[in-house]
């Protein structure tokens, strides 16, 4: 922890300098206020060097690309799980800025550095087909969704989803009529899942009669109270 409070931005310039000089290219520090500027021909690549990657560290190197397309930021190897969700996220960040992406590791006075992404063009298009299933995804849940129910930013409530919307019709049906069937409560429009709804029966609102029939749950009763805008939706829905 200690070595690591010692550390300067300068600690990592020396094996990027040496990356890039055995490429064949030249290169200056501290440059009209660029931490790295390196040179080849007519080729210029600008490198930001910081300790975390911040926003401040962002906002600098896009706005150096105003001098150049070439433009990386270079920070030390996190110590989180590279294979996390976070640390994909962050490269999906700088990839979607068009920056490269440097790492510089430290083993005892050894120091190493790894080009994690060059700069390039950012495919819009490439990155939503890779996404196609999560953009699937996301409509079909809205188109689940009888109305808005949930307020943006909430993380301490219960939040409405189609899935539990879908809960709501089943156990609102069954109050109302009694007894049923799956089939005969997919024939008043309960949908596809009803038979796997009332069989895992997750929050504990339906009943099982006898084979391929079932009733609502006490718990169902009481807990469908809370929901009656959802149920006299559901009703209406019947006329």
Excluded at 22 to 41: F, L
Excluded at 131 to 146: H, P, Q, W
Excluded at 194 to 212: D, E, M, P
Aim: net charge positive.
């Amino acid at each position: 922890m200690e070595e690591k409070k010692k550390r300067q931005e300068s600690d990592l310039y020396k094996p990027i300098q040496n990356y890039f000089i055995g490429e064949g290219y030249e290169v200056y520090g501290e440059v009209k206020d660029c931490d790295m500027a390196v040179v080849k021909e007519d080729e210029l690549i600008v490198i930001e060097l910081k300790l975390n990657l911040t926003v401040d560290l962002l906002l600098q190197a896009t706005k150096r690309q105003r001098l150049t397309n070439a433009v990386y930021i270079a920070i030390p190897k996190p110590s989180y799980n590279l294979r996390s969700k976070r640390w994909r996220d962050v490269c999906h960040l700088v990839q979607r800025l068009e920056l490269g992406l440097i790492l510089v590791s430290f083993t005892g006075n050894r120091r190493r550095m790894e080009v994690i992404n060059h700069p390039t063009s950012f495919d819009r298009n490439k990155s939503n087909l890779r996404n196609k299933r999560k953009r699937e995804a996301l409509l079909k849940e809205i188109s689940g969704r009888s109305a808005d129910y949930n307020i943006g930013g909430s993380n301490r409530t219960k939040i409405m989803t189609a899935y539990k919307e879908n809960c709501i019709q089943i156990a609102a049906y069954l109050n109302h009529f009694g007894e049923l069937s799956p089939r005969i409560l997919k024939q008043k429009g309960t949908g596809d899942k009803t038979s796997s709804i009332l069989t895992k029966n997750f929050y504990g609102w339906f009943k099982r009669v006898k084979r391929g029939v079932y009733t609502i749950s006490e718990k169902g009763i009481n807990e469908l109270k809370e929901y009656q805008d959802l149920v006299s939706y559901y009703l209406e829905k019947l006329d």
